[in-house]
């Protein structure tokens, strides 16, 4: 059946584009709902979605309809897309001064000769920003235009580098859900379809040793080892590495050290050190570390910098970047990180887009396993574990006391407290009442 997109979003046609699915673009000449009155904002925006692609199904004799929209919503709020750059201006400062939240609302209608059913659904991702002075936004609309987007802004582009982390699914703030589309898919029984964005051939189910369950994965060892290679080649283009041999020695001694005794031994790991000021570290798929120089600045010993390197090793052992990228429903990502020709320019976007999503952080309940599992192994190691509990200090005594940058690694590990009293039930000492306190309780701005 022939597929129509009921949107002239350059954005979804793009992520359409890059699951190879063939389409036409029929963009559906509705009045937008703009306030929900007495409805929720799901409701608003399937009511939106519904209706665009009821008007499309009216134009075509049968086929697949796809229509969507999407808000923005902070304290009560709607911004949609911008009138003009002044008012694409003012909502972009507003929008970095708080956390907001966007709507998606999807509706499918599939049409033949027994007639029309109508499918929809929504998702809500929490955006969390840095705010921005004029000049950045000034620069930032230089390079981006905001008039076809919801809130003046773009993740998956230039916008990501001053957006601290997402709660919920990444694509429904670039305007497709692509997980929610493809369980509609499955609803109207378009398997062939929904196959397309989630490849189940090669799916194993293991038992992962650092969360103690049974997952599923879809691309084994070998292919994660591949993915991590194509975004190592992709680093090595846009950042400078250090050029001190001491330092890069000792990281990887230590890092060697921590890779021995974790619980994932089937791939090799590689430590590297990033010329960077930022207090920040990162791991990919496979086994790739990278420490910046600015946290090397930071830590005072070498249990503090065991700690922060086994803190990755443990998102690595318990294979959350893979799982992020799987939930991520980016199946183009995916299968672009393992191409054979990884010379390609779309493989360097993809690992690009990639890299940029593992900068943004994990989900708290992930940063926490991983803080679990750093002390396990530094200890396991040689090391003093209680070297978590000093650095994670120290670095909210520095976030205390100036503004935070973009990439630091303060940014994407929230929570000190709760971190702190991880680490200290992991080591089996007594917990303070304070360590129970969440004295973080609004985002860092």
Do not use: W
């Amino acid at each position: 059946m022939k597929i129509y997109l009921a949107s002239k979003s350059k954005a979804r046609k793009k992520l359409l584009e890059r699951f190879g699915l063939k389409f036409e673009v029929i963009p559906a000449k509705v009045k937008e709902k703009k306030e929900r009155g007495n409805s929720s904002y799901s409701q608003l925006v399937k009511y939106n979605a519904c209706n665009k692609a009821k008007y499309v199904a009216g134009k075509v004799k049968d086929g697949i309809i796809i229509a969507a929209d999407t808000i923005c919503v902070q304290r009560g709020k709607i911004f949609g897309k911008p009138k003009n750059m002044q008012d694409a201006r003012r909502m972009l400062k507003k929008l970095s001064s708080r956390p907001q939240s966007l709507y998606t609302g999807l509706a499918v209608i599939k049409k033949d000769k027994q007639g029309e059913k109508l499918v929809s659904g929504h998702e809500e991702t929490r955006v969390y920003m840095d705010k921005l002075n004029d000049a950045e936004i000034s620069n930032y609309f230089k390079q981006v235009s905001p008039m076809d987007k919801a809130g003046s802004f773009d993740i998956q582009g230039k916008g990501a580098f001053f957006i601290k982390r997402t709660e919920g699914c990444f694509y429904n703030v670039v305007g497709l859900p692509l997980r929610k589309l493809y369980q509609i898919f499955k609803k109207l029984g378009l398997f062939l379809l929904a196959g397309v964005f989630f490849v189940m051939s090669g799916c194993s189910t293991e038992y992962n040793l650092a969360t103690k369950q049974e997952e599923k994965y879809y691309y084994s060892t070998d292919k994660e080892v591949q993915m991590g290679r194509s975004i190592d080649r992709q680093v090595e283009k846009q950042y400078k590495f250090s050029a001190d041999p001491l330092q890069q020695k000792r990281v990887e001694d230590i890092g060697r050290k921590i890779a021995a005794v974790s619980d994932r031994k089937e791939i090799d790991y590689h430590f590297r050190v990033l010329e960077d000021e930022q207090v920040n570290a990162v791991s990919l798929p496979g086994g790739y570390i990278y420490v910046n120089s600015g946290l090397l600045g930071k830590v005072s010993n070498d249990d503090e910098l065991a700690c922060v390197l086994a803190h990755e090793v443990g998102h690595i052992v318990a294979r959350h970047s893979i799982k992020k990228l799987q939930a991520m429903q980016s199946y183009s990502i995916l299968r672009l990180l393992v191409a054979v020709a990884p010379g390609t320019g779309d493989v360097g976007t993809a690992a690009d887009v990639a890299f940029t999503q593992f900068l943004l952080g994990y989900s708290r309940e992930d940063e926490l396993l991983a803080d679990q599992l750093g002390a396990r192994y530094a200890k396991l190691a040689g090391y003093d574990p209680h070297g978590m509990i000093t650095f994670l200090a120290k670095l909210q005594d520095i976030n205390r006391r100036m503004p935070i940058q973009e990439k630091s690694y303060y940014k994407t590990h929230p929570y000190v407290p709760d971190r702190i009293r991880v680490v200290k039930q992991e080591m089996g000492e007594r917990i303070d009442f304070g360590d129970y306190i969440n004295i973080e309780q609004e985002p860092h701005e």
